[in-house]
């Protein structure tokens, strides 16, 4: 078509899914769910697993949620207990889609936290917010968004479990479909009472399955938001002790809900994990060395020419390098918490209103406290790099070469003597020397 006949409209090369292939299991590991909430738009928060649920473990770490992962059984509660009105407020979806209970309680956490959750997050909380825990529950189960940021995470055997799965179900439902249909029960022929009664299956028989729940707090009370529940439920309200965190009032129910589906007794078999949802360590260490950064080049502004000679030789000779970030320079860079200006025009005026004879001792203080930060953020540096190789290492598919390497070492001939077998497929018999095979 000619230029002049007006715009046209450019088809998009990547084709609509509109039914979309079906979640994975993922693994109940920090790293992976860290990296899920990256890839849902999630900033500046991480999760990290929790040994112990006492304040000493966990009131430092200031956890915005729980994800809680246990070995699942039928839980019964009461309508009534989910009829709060306060309930109405809090953002919850129900699971429609098997295995997508690890995005569903992130998503049901971090949508209920004053966090930086990106565009597109937050378009989609926009959209749904209206909408019944059903329908959220659809929303989540159809968007492209979420279904490959989940599915980017999975190992590629539980990709192909997935689909084999449904395709399993599928087959299962047309193939009850296509049996005639039975005689109505007054037409029945009636059964002896000796087979009518069958005994009853073994709950320890059944197929077990991992679910994820959240704990959050929101809107006065803290809640556990469950996909498998018709709504949140109650945990407890919130104090207005400001000594008293909602860990203390979470805590209890953790207690229970570890006893009942924790494990056998004495807790010899434990059988769940609780991952906490963070502010991230990674921006925490990074604003920690800004923050250093910035004070030492304040305190410098303020000392005389020839402080050098005033301060330790040792830590003048650190301070060459101490600033330097792992991932950047001593220059000033890039800074993630909201107050930080603030709390850094606060240090301004304190070390304006220093006297000249205690510049030095802030100085060497401020290049000690640079030496522990940039350890720090080197580890968290470290700690990511160990965490995209195991991602790396866990999504690559390892069956084409496997399969093809099978293949050459039988078009070789190597595979018969390497199973020990002969071309019958039969197992060789081996010849006993001095009475050892």
């Not at 492209?144 to 989940?150: E, G, L, T």
Request: glycine residues 6%.
């Amino acid at each position: 078509m000619d230029e002049l006949d007006g715009p046209t409209s450019v088809p998009s090369e990547e084709p609509i899914d509109l039914i979309g292939e079906p979640f994975a299991v993922l693994e109940s590991e920090p790293g992976v769910f860290t990296s899920l909430t990256r890839r849902l738009g999630i900033r500046g928060l991480e999760l990290v697993e929790l040994y112990d649920i006492e304040p000493w473990a966990v009131d430092h770490l200031r956890p915005r949620g729980l994800v809680f992962c246990f070995l699942w059984r039928k839980d019964a509660h009461r309508p009534s207990d989910f009829d709060d009105p306060a309930a109405a407020r809090v953002w919850f979806a129900n699971q429609l889609s098997d295995d997508a209970c690890a995005s569903l309680a992130i998503l049901n956490v971090s949508l209920n936290c004053d966090v930086e959750i990106g565009d597109e997050l937050e378009a989609f909380r926009r959209e749904t917010e209206s909408m019944s825990p059903v329908m959220k529950g659809l929303a989540i189960s159809s968007s492209p968004f979420i279904r490959k940021a989940h599915r980017d995470l999975a190992r590629p055997p539980d990709l192909r479990g997935a689909l084999n799965a449904i395709a399993t179900s599928t087959l299962t439902k047309a193939k009850k479909k296509d049996e005639p249909k039975r005689a109505p029960p007054s037409k029945r022929a009636a059964k002896p009472a000796a087979s009518a009664a069958k005994p009853k299956q073994d709950e320890a028989d059944d197929e077990e399955a991992f679910h994820f729940i959240g704990y959050v707090p929101a809107y006065g009370k803290v809640w556990e938001l469950d996909g498998l529940k018709s709504g949140p439920l109650e945990v407890g309200e919130l104090s207005d002790d400001a000594e008293k965190s909602w860990m203390d009032v979470v805590r209890p129910a953790l207690r229970m809900k570890m006893q009942k589906y924790g494990g056998a007794e004495g807790g010899g078999n434990i059988r769940f994990s609780l991952l906490a949802l963070v502010d991230g360590l990674y921006e925490a260490a990074s604003d920690t060395l800004e923050f250093l950064k910035r004070e030492r080049a304040a305190i410098q502004r303020r000392m005389k020419e020839g402080w050098e000679s005033q301060v330790d030789s040792t830590l003048l000779e650190q301070a060459q390098f101490a600033f330097d970030a792992p991932l950047g320079s001593a220059a000033p860079g890039r800074t993630y918490a909201p107050d930080f200006g603030a709390r850094r025009m606060v240090r301004d005026m304190e070390i304006l209103e220093l006297p000249e004879r205690a510049l030095g001792g802030a100085w060497e203080r401020c290049v000690r406290d640079a030496m522990k930060a940039k350890i720090s953020l080197e580890d968290e540096v470290a700690k990511a790099t160990r965490a995209h190789t195991e991602h790396v290492k866990r999504t690559h598919d390892y069956e084409p070469f496997l399969r093809e390497f099978v293949v050459c070492l039988e078009s070789e001939g190597l595979l018969e003597p390497l199973l020990d077998v002969n071309e019958a497929g039969k197992t060789k018999k081996r010849v006993k020397l001095n009475g050892k095979g």
